[in-house]
């Protein structure tokens, strides 16, 4: 027997069924905000990938050459190709552009719990515009995701990394060289923060309020004019990214959103393209389990080999979603039985037939493959969770007769052919 | 600027619009007669997939070796991963298993229109019966999926491989050789059609039969007598392949769906692993191109270490139907402008928003990301093709009043927030 390869994953019906829900779910809930989808290949050059993740990345990726030689790899990440396709038309897209695409990805990486080596994004972009108002759109969509999957406990931790930079740059440190230490910050201990920090420049003063800066976590409102003091001489430099962050809290307010919002500094995202606003979604009762982010990247689209563009966005994982939903109870069961199946007694074919073309013209409705007696027929049609059978019967039918069941309440009636399909229309 | 591999395809929206009607149509269709969605990996053993197609596969694939120095490929096609999946469920999936799934190939060839090295297609399988209603299913559903899509111009050739092979096999020649030559026909010379049965073994008795056979072409009704008649001693072997073809067209004239459908033995399908029932799809108008195919394959599971078990199925490729719908002026147009357009003035970002997150509980609506003007958001929203715009200014305000705005009549009715919230609901 042939087996799959490790790490990735068949979606047998009752697998994919939830999914299906998933992903049809997302997609209507961005198309209200005016996003649009697109696909890309899933296959782009290793240059394209590299120039956007560094060369480290090819360890991790599925990169080989083709047939003509190339240097090609399976995409890690929709982003770069989204930010290709806008290149390569930046010139005549109408501005602001908003994609949205369902996507499947592949790394070459240990398999583990909710990290396969094959798995599905849903990923959420506008390009064109920089303003509090393209971020408020990029997190209320995200927060309105979670909603309409029926998620109620998650917070998105909001922060502008500008914020941060202006606070080191102040202290004459390194941003570049403070983020990764600061992204770390959860899963080191306390010595060793402050040692790392001490490495690059962080002296006791620089730390002591870098630390009251990081644990000011609350409603952005109530929490921003705590950053602006905690700054201190350092403010002044990131008073636009504070009044952004200010705004984006406004407009949260007034979209009814803000419950699902707070502003947490020491969200940095590792990833070094990302700019100004950045945002982490975490599982409120699993202990604070990140879910997934997004934020600002001004930089990417020139970096491609286009012109200067704005953009901001998001990435869903698929598996990590699917996890979080069963956990909670409401991940899609599947429903898989016809609305109609119809049992034959004897030689009824002719009518049967006509029959089920009628009702498959708007209903899920099945018929025996095989020739097995009428009780088997019915037998399976319990086993597969037919709603209703109609019994198609040689002594019903002389007199133009069917019988319509209900399987659930077990009503039955005598129905004439044409009663029949006025009913089931 | 990084240019996007040869062969392979960006979806901006405008292009994806009308594959997104197409998969929702073809899966929508599909559902009523009982198919359940899958998904399969990407990526698959090389073994696998030359264990059903040979290995001069390999030469038109994407294989190379991962991380770990296995042999695995992007999936030609999705047969030979579905036929896994049921071989490693065999003994626990109700039977018969009916499945569908959306996926996406990949194929090293040459690229030419229609023909991409990265294409996706619809397939749809029933495991577990061999029946002439079983048949059946596959075909009624295959045309349903034309006709959903609006298409009317195409015939499904239908034939029974036993047929030809009990003829064959009656003038002591060998099918398996036969076949190939069969399949090769409308693309030779008659010269050298006759010439390379000659090699075969083919006597001037038996091409004669063959050529009649051949040409007979018609409802199935008509032409099973005609191909019984024309068999002459090869008819006794064949008998239940007949008596097959024969339940077939009389199942599909209850259906409805004869007109669709005649028999063609020419029909053989190249592919070793087809048996029994064959058919191939051919567009009326454009000179019988062939569009897709399908039909009965018992043995493949078998082959690939499963229990011996029935199939048939059909895979429709997408690129071909694309080509077909825009061809027959019936791809779907795009219509991309979001139903509201919210359109400030003033300072009232409070209202608009408030507004904003009412209206798209249910319907797309969009507002400007910028601080533009008044004028230029109106225009923008124009642009887009917005259905209606919401005009929320400073003054109408005032008195707790927006607009509402027909873009395509004109009208326009002022109303308080909270008529425009029932109206808009």
Chains 1, 2 share one sequence.
Not at 137 to 157: K, P, S, T, V
Request: glycine fraction near 8%.
């Amino acid at each position: 027997m042939i087996e799959k390869l490790r790490g990735v994953r068949d979606f047998y019906p009752e697998d994919y069924y939830g999914r299906r829900q998933i992903y049809d779910t997302l997609t209507r809930t961005v198309r209200r905000y005016g996003f649009k989808e697109i696909a890309t290949p899933s296959i782009e050059s290793l240059e394209m990938i590299t120039k956007k993740s560094g060369d480290a990345i090819v360890d991790e990726i599925y990169a080989f050459k083709d047939k003509g030689g190339r240097d090609i790899c399976l995409i890690p990440e929709l982003t770069p190709s989204v930010a290709r396709m806008i290149v390569s038309r930046q010139k005549v897209l109408t501005k602001p552009v908003k994609w949205c695409s369902l996507s499947r990805h592949w790394r070459y990486e240990r398999p583990q719990k909710g990290r396969q080596r094959e798995f599905y994004q849903f990923n959420v972009d506008v390009f064109g515009v920089r303003s509090a108002r393209a971020d408020f759109e990029i997190l209320a969509c995200g927060i309105d995701c979670m909603r309409e999957l029926g998620l109620d406990n998650f917070m998105f931790h909001v922060s502008n990394r500008n914020i941060l930079d202006a606070f080191f740059t102040s202290y004459g440190v390194d941003p570049k060289a403070a983020f990764p230490i600061v992204d770390k910050r959860s899963k080191v201990q306390e010595d060793d923060f402050r040692e790392m920090l001490g490495e690059i420049g962080v002296d006791d003063k620089c730390y002591g309020r870098l630390v009251s800066l990081l644990e000011i976590k609350g409603p952005l409102h109530e929490s921003i004019p705590k950053i602006a003091a905690a700054l201190g001489e350092g403010a002044e430099n990131a008073s636009s990214a504070i009044d952004d962050l200010s705004t984006l809290g406004v407009l949260l307010d007034h979209y009814g959103f803000s419950k699902h919002c707070m502003a947490d500094l020491s969200i940095v995202r590792g990833l070094a393209y990302y700019t100004d606003m950045v945002f982490e979604v975490f599982d409120k009762k699993k202990s604070l389990r990140s879910l997934f982010g997004g934020g600002r990247y001004d930089n990417l689209i020139e970096l491609l080999g286009g012109q200067s563009m704005p953009a901001a966005g998001f990435a869903i994982g698929i598996p990590i979603l699917e996890i979080l939903m069963k956990e909670e109870g409401i991940w899609p069961q599947p429903d898989f039985g016809p609305e109609y199946y119809i049992v034959t007694i004897g030689d009824v074919d002719k009518t049967a037939i006509d029959i089920l073309s009628h009702v498959r013209r708007s209903h899920t409705a099945e018929m025996s493959l095989g020739t097995t007696k009428p009780s088997k027929q019915l037998k399976h049609a319990n086993n597969i969770g037919a709603k209703h059978v109609i019994i198609v019967g040689e002594r019903e039918l002389a007199d133009s007769n069917v019988t319509l069941k209900d399987l659930s309440s077990g009503d039955q009636q005598l129905l004439s052919v044409e009663e029949l399909k006025k009913i089931v229309a």
